[in-house]
């Protein structure tokens, strides 16, 4: 494990239909996990389905799963020789035993494979791969020589599957990684004995609950504490973690207070500010996120800041700190697929490439797949990053009603020359008399001082009043 100096705090939520999990860093949010009833995450779990279709000339093939919509599996995650095309290997009816590697998002089903994988704590079981090796986010060498003999030993006396030593493992003993690994050579002799004996489609085995994956996945020396708020996830992740990790399981508390947990720890305002499009950099800067279906376009803005060297080193250093926070708020907010990131151009290639190695830097403790492409000289950074599930801003909004999406709406000045043609067109151009338009409050505060000129273009005396009922750019015209 490279050296870490954070202080790490994991708190979770459960309250009606939802679990939120917030995870602290020197006390910042920096990752959050949301699950609701109706919306919860399947990646992880393992289906006995039917090949529906297959389709050759997108190398890919549909599988029922047992869902309303079927799941696909593309030619990479197929087990066995593809090189002749996908349907050299499955043909319909066919069962198979696939794994979910990405939740449906919008009209997309989910994404499957066949290369199963069981993780642990400590190691993750790939049954289908012959590779045995450690995390590459173990440094120290001497560490990765000691639990590479290890994981060798472990697996020598079976040789039949693969297996990755994870970073947790930093530290463990042979004992605990050996018991780990016969209890999931166990699990997997289990799901093979159900894909045997039951039919097709049929669910093989369901990941652990938000609350344990956490405890599994991120629980380490560098967390000072796991609280939860609901009784039975705390007694869970504590019989959990006494098992798997006894040396850990002072960290887990159960949190009984008055005040609801994420409003305790200021969690629940940062949480609110994910909606935002504009993002504050603690400088002065600023950068604005704006999210599309499969692309999310952002700009970075130097705002008020200044600095107190050059322009170069200005923009430099804003771009530096945008891109540590770009990094969190992708986490945060779930972001996946292509991302265009603008960043303030820079003349030396020298400063466009410390702005690429912070965003490396930023994006290293992500738990996602992550490609960037080199920065160009117009300050443009490409990047993907792997998209699992919809994002939360998707998750927790839906398309304005009034903007029709667009986040924008008609302004005042549009409105008033709107209402002045309708006029028009509804008085047939004839002058004399009056009327009364009604409109939102805020559009009639608008154009209260535009009274004038709507007269003088209608040829009629103008009465705006309001109603709080209308939506922005709604409007009645009365005649009296």
């Not at 973690?241 to 005040?259: A, C």
């Amino acid at each position: 494990m490279s050296e870490n100096n954070d202080i790490r705090e994991i708190y979770a939520n459960r309250s009606f239909e939802e679990v939120r999990i917030a995870v602290l860093e020197n006390s910042k949010l920096s990752d959050l996990f949301w699950e609701r009833n109706n919306n919860v995450s399947l990646v992880g779990n393992i289906y006995k389905g039917v090949v529906e279709n297959v389709l050759p000339g997108i190398s890919s093939a549909f599988i029922n799963i047992g869902f309303d919509k079927n799941a696909y599996i593309y030619i990479s995650d197929v087990i066995g020789d593809s090189r002749g095309g996908i349907d050299k290997v499955l043909r319909k009816d066919q069962e198979v035993m696939v794994q979910i590697i990405k939740d449906a998002i919008s009209t997309k089903g989910m994404k499957v494979t066949m290369d199963i994988s069981l993780p642990g704590r400590y190691i993750v079981l790939t049954p289908y791969q012959e590779h045995v090796g450690v995390s590459k986010n173990i440094d120290n060498h001497e560490e990765r020589e000691r639990l590479s003999k290890i994981i060798n030993s472990v697996v020598e006396s079976s040789k039949k599957y693969g297996c990755v030593v994870r970073t947790e493992a930093e530290g463990i003993s042979e004992e605990e990684i050996r018991k780990e690994y016969k209890y999931l050579i166990r699990l997997w002799e289990s799901i093979l004995k159900k894909y045997e004996t039951n039919k097709a489609p049929c669910l093989l085995y369901k990941d652990m609950d938000i609350t344990l994956q956490v405890a599994r996945d991120l629980l380490s020396k560098d967390v000072s504490i796991y609280m939860l708020d609901n009784k039975e996830d705390y007694y869970n992740v504590l019989d959990f973690v006494t098992k798997t990790s006894p040396e850990f399981k002072d960290k887990i508390k159960f949190y009984d207070g008055k005040t609801p947990i994420f409003k305790a720890f200021n969690i629940e305002q940062e949480i609110d500010e994910l909606r935002k499009v504009k993002v504050e950099l603690p400088s002065g800067g600023s950068i604005i996120i704006q999210e599309a279906e499969s692309l999310c376009a952002i700009d970075v803005n130097t705002g008020r800041y200044t600095g107190s060297k050059s322009q170069e080193d200005t923009v430099t250093q804003t771009n530096i700190e945008a891109a540590y926070e770009i990094a969190r708020q992708l986490r945060l907010r779930n972001i996946g697929g292509i991302i265009v990131i603008d960043f303030i151009d820079m003349k030396k290639a020298s400063n466009r490439h410390k702005v690429m190695k912070a965003l490396e830097d930023a994006v290293s403790k992500d738990r996602a797949k992550i490609k960037i492409l080199p920065i160009t000289r117009l300050g443009l950074i490409e990047m993907t990053r792997e998209r699992r599930r919809e994002s939360t801003f998707n998750m927790i909004s839906e398309e304005c009603p009034q903007c029709q999406g667009s986040g924008r709406v008609l302004s005042i000045e549009s409105i008033r020359i709107k209402i002045q043609r309708d006029i028009l067109n509804l008085t047939m151009g004839r002058p004399g008399g009056n009327l009364r338009v009604v409109v939102h409050p805020h559009v009639m505060d608008g154009l209260k001082s535009k009274i004038y000129l709507i007269e003088k273009n209608v040829h009629r005396s103008v009465k705006i009043v309001s109603d709080p009922q209308l939506v922005w750019e709604d409007y009645r015209i009365i005649i009296e």
